[in-house]
């Protein structure tokens, strides 16, 4: 049995540097995530939305070339209106950021996923076992305590939304062949970025502040759930009140949704692509009129007066139009979600300053 000395031991390692000491901490969070196989699959769903962004994306880059490569995929592009089959590239801003909305509109769900199953046990389980003092005796700040375990959630939440749009991105400019799609598109990547920072940063500062407020992961999960599921229906009971305007504030996902769609411009691309198949449906019911027998008037099924004239168009009452609500209407204004992030996020610090207490105050 060997005899190991108790006495001082040297360290031969690589030391890092004083601003990387969280990441110590996110590195072997990571790492023991990957034991849950629940986690696993989920982030293999999340593969399947980024897989048809990109070839969503290398398809239309293909369409603007005309190519013949695309011979067998030309009935998905059977049913647009003429003006954007003949010119796609007049239209490729506006595809690619309907593309990139509906892409996070997904993934926004996968999101919330990855946070349920990431973060109730960053905190509350080093408060259950009292390993907060194992942290904090080492050289290690609350402060870096907090980015280590808040590392952990971004990187899963960034894996699943900004590496795959930025991968879908690179693959599109590479298909477009075309310089102009740089220039055209730059703002579709910026959004992107910057909604994923946004995702990642108030999740993130929002289930570690659940996740410090209980010993018990379980009820960390539970406040998780209801402020994901519960806003929502909480949204539409007060809406219905009468409250229509603010209602959505109370649906923490209507936040980030609003947020999302004033970054990428989002109402203003709908309504360009929404007009043109508006025009293009309202000549196709035109031309269909026009091609219609004239009807003469009836009683009792009897037709009365003389016969209407060769090619006289059809006079009856237009169809009823379908009204449905516009998506501006089931959302807040942007400037009113931003307003309500920010006040979580600062929520969130004020309670994990509170709650996680530095080394001299732990009991």
């Known amino acids: 049995m060997p005899i190991l000395d108790q006495g001082y031991q040297h360290w031969d390692g690589k030391l890092a540097g004083h601003a990387f000491r969280w990441l110590a901490i996110t590195r072997n969070g990571v790492k023991a995530q990957f034991k849950n196989r629940w986690l696993v699959t989920t982030l293999i769903g999340a593969l399947a939305p980024a897989l048809l962004l990109a070839a969503f994306l290398a398809l239309w880059g293909l369409f603007e070339q005309k190519s013949s490569i695309l011979a067998p995929f030309l009935f998905l592009f059977q049913g647009l209106p003429e003006e954007i089959s003949s010119g796609p590239k007049g239209f490729r801003t506006t595809f690619w950021t ?23 046990d960053l905190i509350s389980q080093d408060l259950r076992f009292n390993a907060l003092p194992l942290y904090l005796s080492r050289p290690l700040r609350r402060i870096d305590y907090f980015l280590g375990k808040f590392g952990v959630i971004a990187a899963f939440l960034l894996a699943v939304m900004l590496a795959p749009a930025i991968l879908a991105y690179l693959l599109g400019l590479a298909f477009s062949l075309d310089p102009a799609t740089l220039t055209d598109t730059w703002r579709v990547l910026a959004a992107s970025v910057a909604f994923s920072l946004v995702v990642a940063g108030s999740t993130g500062l929002l289930i570690l502040a659940f996740s410090s407020l209980s010993r018990n992961s379980r009820f960390v999960t539970a406040m998780w759930v209801g402020v994901w599921m519960l806003g929502g229906a909480a949204a539409d009971a007060i809406r219905r009140g009468g409250a229509e305007e603010w209602a959505p504030l109370a649906s923490y996902s209507a936040d980030l949704v609003s947020v999302r769609d004033a970054l990428f411009d989002y109402d203003a691309q709908w309504e360009r692509v929404a007009g043109v198949f508006r025009a293009s449906r309202e000549a196709m019911e035109a031309a269909a009129r026009s091609r219609q027998r004239p009807r003469r008037p009836r009683i009792f099924g009897i037709p009365i007066g003389p016969p209407p004239p060769p090619g006289a168009p059809d006079e009856g009452p237009p169809p009823p139009r379908i009204r449905v609500e516009s998506a501006a209407q089931r959302r807040p204004p942007w400037k009113w979600s931003a307003g309500v992030l920010a006040g979580l996020a600062v929520a969130s610090a004020v309670v994990l300053s509170t709650r996680v207490r530095s080394l001299d105050r732990l009991k």
């Not at 309907?98 to 109730?120: C, H, I, K, T």
């Open 98 to 120: 309907l593309a990139f909305v509906q892409f996070f509109q997904v993934q926004l769900v996968f999101s919330f996923l990855l946070v349920m199953l990431v973060g109730p």
